[in-house]
Every structure is written in structure tokens, then in C-alpha cells.
């Protein structure tokens, strides 16, 4: 019972490189999330994606950019990472668009300085 | 644009006692979800309690039930007979109707004394 797992855990890079978050789900769901967390601001979206090959901008894609290829997997990198871009970063995930719940991971707390 | 407001940025509870967390929401959506989930200071999102738009009764799930008054657009999460485990950040979200996505609220601290 595998779940939904975030790589890695902690994350510590500098300016301006880049970084990939990985997110793999072993229910099959259709739809997966990018959120941010920082404080003042609850959880924000960042990304989303419906299925297989379909993307779509949340809140505060900027500077972020996904992939889905697979259904199980749903990395987010930061092409160019910035300072502004320290935050703690769940994936989520969900069976349709009305399910009544949505299942995170645990979480990377990323550190760019 | 959908919106969650969580007005309350932290409070305290004594041990046993209820407590009431407050949550309203602005949409336009006819259909729609209400959700609150919990972060304990481990870190992880553990989801609580559903609301939908339609249900004509308030959602209960053990100890937390969900005051749901549509016509204030309010969804407060209720706790009873508090627990020192309950001791956490609260987060309340709305779902926008057939979107899959969630938009939280800024949370809501929680400390239980014992």
C-alpha cells in the first residue's frame, strides 16, 4: 500500500538551478496536484492535471513546469530555481473531479539559496 | 473567483472542551465540495471531513462534524471533547464544481491545553 510518495524529502539547491520534485501514485487516479505551502498563504496550487498528457495552470504556475506522461507520475521542475521559491511542496491525487477526497504526499521542503 | 476565508489564525481549547473552527466560503458554483483537512507539526495533510453543496445534512465523521449553512456560505468544522492530539494547523478548502482542484484557506491554528 504504497500510496502517493514525494522525492525527495528535503531538498537544498541554489539560485538558478534547476530541480525536479517527483510525485508517484500507485492508485491509478486520474487527476494529480501541485501545491506550495508558505506561511500567510495555506496551500496553493501551482498545476494540475485531468489525465495522461493534459496539464493546466493553477494559481502560481509561475517559474514551474510539469509532465505527465504516465499516469502515475507527476514531476514538477523549476527550471531556474529562485529564492521566492523556497516553500514546502505537496502532490495530491484523486480518483475523478468530484471525489471527496483528495489523497496528499508527505511533502518536500525545498531550501533554493 | 473562488475563496476561502479562515478568520481565525490561531486558537485555544481546554482538553474535553468543543471548539469551533470557522470557515466561509465565496462561490458562484452550484455544485460544489467543502473539505477541512489537518497538518499536524509532522507535516503530512490528513483529510478530516466532506461537505457537498447538495447534502441536506451535516457531514459527521467521529468527533468532527461540519456546520454547514449554505445560505451564510459557511462551513465551520466542529470538534468535540477535545484531544491533546487534535493540537494542529486546520485548513479549510472549497472544491469548484466538476474541476478535481482544491482552494484552501490560510488555516487555522489549533492548541489544546490540557
Known amino acids: 500500500d504504497a500510496g502517493i510518495t514525494q522525492s525527495p524529502r528535503y531538498k537544498i539547491t541554489e539560485t538558478g538551478r534547476q530541480v525536479t520534485l517527483m510525485c508517484h501514485q500507485t492508485?491509478?487516479?486520474?487527476?494529480m496536484f501541485w501545491y506550495r505551502q508558505d506561511l500567510g498563504h495555506g496551500l496553493r496550487l501551482i498545476y494540475y492535471?485531468?489525465?495522461?498528457?493534459?496539464?493546466d495552470k493553477g494559481e502560481v504556475p509561475d517559474g514551474y513546469v510539469v509532465s505527465r506522461s504516465k499516469t502515475e507520475n507527476f514531476p514538477l521542475t523549476l527550471e531556474s530555481a529562485t529564492r521566492s521559491q523556497t516553500s514546502v511542496y505537496f502532490c495530491?491525487?484523486?480518483?475523478?473531479?468530484?471525489?471527496?477526497?483528495?489523497?496528499f504526499g508527505s511533502g518536500t521542503q525545498l531550501s533554493v539559496l | 473567483a473562488q475563496k476561502i476565508t479562515q478568520t481565525q489564525p490561531g486558537m485555544f481549547v481546554q482538553e474535553k472542551e468543543a471548539v469551533t473552527l470557522d470557515c466561509t466560503y465565496d462561490?458562484?458554483?452550484?455544485?460544489?465540495?467543502l473539505f477541512w483537512y489537518k497538518q499536524p507539526s509532522s507535516g503530512e495533510m490528513i483529510f478530516l471531513i466532506y461537505?457537498?453543496?447538495?447534502?441536506?445534512q451535516n457531514a459527521t465523521e467521529g468527533r468532527y462534524s461540519l456546520n454547514f449553512q449554505k445560505a451564510r456560505k459557511s462551513a465551520n468544522l466542529v470538534i468535540s471533547a477535545s484531544q491533546l492530539g487534535d493540537s494542529a494547523m486546520y485548513f479549510c478548502?472549497?472544491?469548484?464544481?466538476?474541476?478535481?482542484?482544491?482552494?484552501f484557506g490560510q488555516g487555522t491554528t489549533l492548541q489544546v491545553k490540557p
Open positions: 492508485w491509478s487516479h486520474s487527476y
Open positions: 492535471s485531468a489525465a495522461a498528457d493534459i496539464t
Open positions: 462561490t458562484s458554483d452550484p455544485s460544489y465540495g
Open positions: 495530491a491525487s484523486t480518483w475523478t473531479a468530484t471525489n471527496e477526497k483528495l489523497f
Open positions: 461537505q457537498g453543496s447538495y447534502d441536506q
Open positions: 478548502a472549497t472544491r469548484p464544481s466538476n474541476t478535481g482542484k482544491l482552494i
